[in-house]
């Protein structure tokens, strides 16, 4: 079945560090791909999706780029900062069924 | 931005208990979705619901698990009798639309711990 594999955590980095968090993702058709994040003491929040191949996703700072040939979806984002530390999880989405979830990735960054 | 509430934030049960968890998702959404996370683990998907009836369910979705939406607001999900292995965050979700492609407004959780 689908499934999403996504760079076990944690993650620390020092403000204004570049950051990847790598996603892979195996699926049959031609699923949307999302990042949710999670912030303490909050439910998931969708940050950013891309519904087909070659699309990048982008919001706050943050970027990530469907990629068909290496099933890959990573986030990316060119200067954290402490704001960003969080859970961020990849999904896959395909109709008719329900969203599938990674592991989730924790970020910490410090000043 | 509308938020989707979940209460309690935190419940603890003895194993064999009853347990009712409430949600009350965004008003004009239709779809609506249960979801949890044992430590350590993926968010994994539970139940969906849409139209007053189960649209698709996974294989944690067993017989001690059900769902309902009691009136106009409220979507519940019941575990009959709680085994220690149900103790996770438990996570209510709703959308505006199905589809594969839609964005999921997330509550911020349940904790249930089961003794």
């Known amino acids: 079945g689908d499934s999403v594999t996504q760079m076990e955590g944690p993650v620390t980095l020092s403000e204004e560090a570049f950051l990847t968090i790598n996603c892979t993702y195996t699926?049959?058709?031609?699923?949307?791909l999302f990042w949710y994040v999670q912030y303490p003491g909050e439910g998931l929040q969708l940050l950013l999706k891309?519904?087909?191949?070659?699309d990048k996703g982008s919001n706050k700072g943050f970027e990530a780029t469907y990629r068909k040939e290496t099933t890959s979806f990573h986030l990316e984002k060119g200067s954290v900062q402490v704001s960003d530390s969080a859970v961020y999880f990849c999904?896959?989405?395909?109709?008719?069924?329900?969203?599938?979830f990674g592991k989730g990735t924790t970020l910490s960054v410090s000043s | 931005e509308p938020e989707v509430t979940q209460t309690p934030s935190h419940q603890v049960t003895q194993m064999g208990q009853e347990v009712i968890l409430r949600c009350v998702p965004i008003?004009?959404?239709?779809?609506f979705y249960w979801y949890r996370q044992i430590l350590g683990q993926k968010v994994e998907f539970l139940v969906s619901?849409?139209?007053?009836?189960?649209?698709?369910k996974s294989e944690i979705f067993d017989d001690q698990f059900s769902v309902e939406r009691p009136d106009g607001s409220n979507f519940t999900l019941k575990i009959r009798s709680t085994k220690l292995e149900d103790s996770a965050m438990y996570f209510c979700?709703?959308?505006?639309?199905?589809?594969?492609?839609?964005?999921?407004?997330f509550g911020s959780g349940t904790q249930l711990s089961v003794l």
């Open positions: 979700a709703s959308s505006e639309v199905g589809g594969g492609s839609e964005k999921l407004f």
């Open positions: 699926a049959t058709g031609y699923p949307s």
């Open positions: 891309a519904t087909k191949a070659d």
């Open positions: 999904a896959l989405g395909q109709a008719g069924t329900a969203l599938i």
């Open positions: 008003s004009n959404h239709l779809y």
């Open positions: 619901f849409y139209n007053n009836e189960i649209s698709e």
